[in-house]
């Protein structure tokens, strides 16, 4: 059973940014492949970006290309992602989830979930 911490959201003005963090623990995190999603008030949980175990291999939705990068540290089993140039349609609550198969942006494939950081960006 893995456990997902997040951190780093806040209010920030649009053009700004973040890092948020999740932490990972009760697991072999370096089994794992790790993925951000967010989800605005009202609308689906949607994919932002994974990466592989090794951290060889990302995929971006394409709404936040160029702007969000994520990597992983496995010493200190942790999740980053790096968004900048905000924008007030980036105002979610962002997830942290991990799970056993391959990158993907595909939700039902990760098995455990942190309880999310709201992000909220003002215009």
């Known amino acids: 059973q893995v456990q997902l911490v997040e951190s780093g959201g806040g209010l920030v003005q649009a053009g700004g940014s973040l890092r948020l963090s999740c932490a990972a623990s009760g697991g072999t995190f370096s089994s794992y492949v790790m993925g951000w999603f967010r989800q605005c008030p009202g609308k689906e949980r949607e994919f932002v970006v994974a990466i592989s175990r090794s951290g060889g291999r990302r995929i971006y939705a394409d709404s936040v290309k160029g702007r969000f990068t994520i990597s992983r540290d496995t010493v200190q089993s942790t999740v980053y992602l790096q968004i900048n140039s905000l924008k007030p349609e980036d105002t979610a609550v962002y997830y942290c989830?991990?799970?056993?198969?391959?990158?993907?942006?595909?939700?039902?494939?990760?098995?455990?979930w942190g309880q999310g950081t709201q992000v909220t960006v003002s215009s």
């Open positions: 989830a991990a799970g056993s198969g391959t990158a993907t942006s595909t939700i039902r494939a990760y098995d455990f």
